[in-house]
């Protein structure tokens, strides 16, 4: 009977995963001037709301609290 078992032991495999959650991003919310109207946008930066103001030609305005 301890053949069996050592048997078994040595045939066994055992597998470890790692799973890290890291949390998303916060987006920032900025508020931009489209011609007289107010748009509220949504990017992964300061640097990218910025940069979207220009590529869009919106004026950029300021980021929004939340």
Do not use: H, N
């Not at 301890?2 to 919310?29: F, I």
């Not at 990218?48 to 305005?61: K, Y």
């Amino acid at each position: 009977m301890a053949d069996r078992s050592r048997l078994a032991t040595e045939r066994m495999s055992v597998s470890v995963v790692r799973v890290d959650r890291r949390p998303k991003p916060q987006r920032v919310k900025f508020l931009a001037l489209e011609g007289p109207m107010v748009v509220m946008i949504e990017a992964d930066s300061a640097d990218d709301a910025v940069a979207i103001c220009a590529d869009a030609g919106l004026e950029f305005v300021c980021l929004c609290d939340d």
